[in-house]
């Protein structure tokens, strides 16, 4: 892959005034495409947009108001699954010299939702050629890398200052079809089945989306990916929860954001972010003896 060109920045760290104990991701909700993705592409961008989280930043656009960092994608997933783990890829999406350092590949894996995302199910290969050893590498030290490293620092100089960090891992999804497990829910809470954050987390995002009047359910179909398993710690005091949001609930049938209903759920998420940069885990988890 050419890397002549200077690319635009890839992520965007946004810190508030008056900083709290809660970080931000935003991952799948980047719209730049450098033209070395383009270049490379076998499809129309208008394909390859449809693998981004359609305007869920516009969700956290009142966090850093709230006091929470904002680590937040600018390029697009199409360049790397931020949400993918760098060994998660089938062999047979890359190049044969890089098939060895891939095995044991999961269903997403296999349907070509890797760390570079290489298939969608009705339009083939998204790429010209197979993802080689020259591509793999400038998408991860471009893009990947930086994210994660970016969480990481943020999340560590919350739990410097306050005792213990949050992450909140933001993601839109499309509805749940019928005979799928969570059908009907329109929001999604994922801890990893209990190992990314402590009930004391999820008790309280599960309350505060129960506010909303829509279908809450936890871990099922989405338990949290990569970027909660990575760095929720509950054991070190670093919390991680992701939340999926139906896009029916803020964009239009033509998949552009919906004005009055993108700033129900920004302002909801805004005071989420508010309430847990109040709370105090040692708290809940030893409350005070009634007297």
């Known amino acids: ?45 208008s394909q390859l947009e449809r693998l981004e989280d359609g305007w869920c930043d516009l969700l956290a656009a009142g966090a850093t108001g709230a006091g929470a960092t904002v680590v937040q994608a600018l390029w697009a997933r199409a360049v790397a699954d931020l949400n993918r783990g760098e060994g998660q890829m089938a062999p047979g999406e890359v190049a044969l010299p890089l098939r060895a350092q891939f095995s044991a590949p999961g269903r997403k894996e296999r349907a070509g939702l890797g760390v570079v995302p290489t298939r969608l199910f009705d339009c083939g290969p998204l790429w010209t050629r197979p993802i080689d050893g020259a591509a ?19 999340l560590m100089e919350a739990r410097g200052r306050f005792g213990h960090a949050i992450l909140i891992d933001l993601h839109s999804m499309p509805p749940i079809p019928a005979g799928q497990p969570g059908h009907g829910a329109r929001i999604v809470i994922g801890d990893r089945f209990g190992s ?61 954001p919906d004005r009055t209903r993108v700033e129900r759920l920004a302002g909801w998420f805004a005071n989420l972010v508010a309430e847990l940069g109040e709370a105090r885990p040692d708290a809940e988890i030893f409350p005070q003896a009634a007297e």
């Open 136 to 154: 793999l590498h400038w998408r991860l030290e471009s893009f990947h890398r930086p994210y994660h490293a970016a969480l990481a620092e943020a």
């Open 196 to 256: 990314s954050a402590g009930e004391w987390l999820i008790d309280r995002v599960a309350a505060s989306a129960a506010h909303l009047g829509e279908g809450v359910v936890r871990n099922r179909p989405y338990p949290g990916g990569h970027i909660v398993r990575t760095h929720g710690r509950p054991g070190d005091a670093i919390h991680a929860v992701q939340i999926e949001i139906d896009r029916s609930l803020y964009l239009s049938d033509e998949r552009l």
């Open 1 to 45: 892959m050419p890397t002549r060109s200077i690319p635009p920045a890839a992520i965007a760290v946004n810190r508030p005034r008056t900083s709290g104990p809660v970080v931000v991701s935003v991952p799948h909700a980047g719209r730049i495409y450098p033209p070395e993705i383009l270049a490379a592409a076998r499809v129309e961008r």
